[in-house]
């Protein structure tokens, strides 16, 4: 068993005990920083199979989504901190009962389905093969868009922020400039 080995039984082991304790934890916050463990450790499990970009996708996207989960929490929660105990499952039979069937159905298809054998080797860049297979000839094109709506999104976000350096004084300039650490205050 190589290192490589040893590092990927132990995320994947990591991913299942986390996934575990989300639903364990009886604090929001605490099944927030289980579920991005979780999810972290299943990007690093991506990436050791070989998928480096999907692998990384996955932990930028998951990191962002814990990050405005987190905002949403502090937000909309009568608990900000998330530190109060509270159920973090509901109607624990029936799901119980829609898990377990769902588990055996899967696991079912697993072993009763007829896989086909593997024809041909694997490609050099399973990256590159992927993308073709997803967006064929146009992926240039989509990872173009990609950086156009990026830079939007960063856009519309300053451009919608009136608030700067000075706005927790409002319009009141003369007790911005007299607070100002800076030499010089503002516009001078």
């Known amino acids: 068993m190589t290192v490589i080995d040893v590092v ?3 995320f994947a082991a990591v991913a299942v005990v986390a996934a575990v304790w989300v639903f364990r934890f009886d604090s929001m916050a605490r099944a927030t920083y289980a579920l991005l463990t979780s999810l972290l450790c299943t990007g690093g499990v991506v990436v050791l199979l070989g998928l ?8 930028l996207m ?8 987190a905002v949403f929490m502090v937000m909309f929660m009568m608990n900000p901190a998330g530190l109060m105990p509270m159920t973090m499952v509901h109607n624990t039979r029936g799901a119980a009962v829609i898990c377990t069937a769902l588990f055996a159905a899967l696991a079912a298809a697993v072993v009763l389905t007829p896989w086909p054998k593997r024809r041909g080797r694997p490609p ?23 950086m156009a709506l ?16 000075y706005d927790r004084y409002g319009d009141d300039l003369s007790a911005a400039r007299a ?9 001078r």
């Open 8 to 10: 990927f039984w132990v």
């Open 52 to 59: 480096d970009y999907l692998g990384v996708v996955i932990v």
């Open 62 to 69: 998951m990191t962002v989504e814990m990050a405005l989960m």
């Open 124 to 146: 050099a860049d399973a990256t590159e093969q992927l993308g073709l297979s997803l967006m064929g000839p146009q992926m240039l094109t989509m990872m173009t868009l990609g």
């Open 150 to 165: 990026f830079a939007a999104i960063v856009g519309t976000v300053v451009l919608a922020t009136r608030r700067g350096r």
């Open 179 to 187: 607070a100002d650490p800076a030499p010089g205050g503002v516009g």
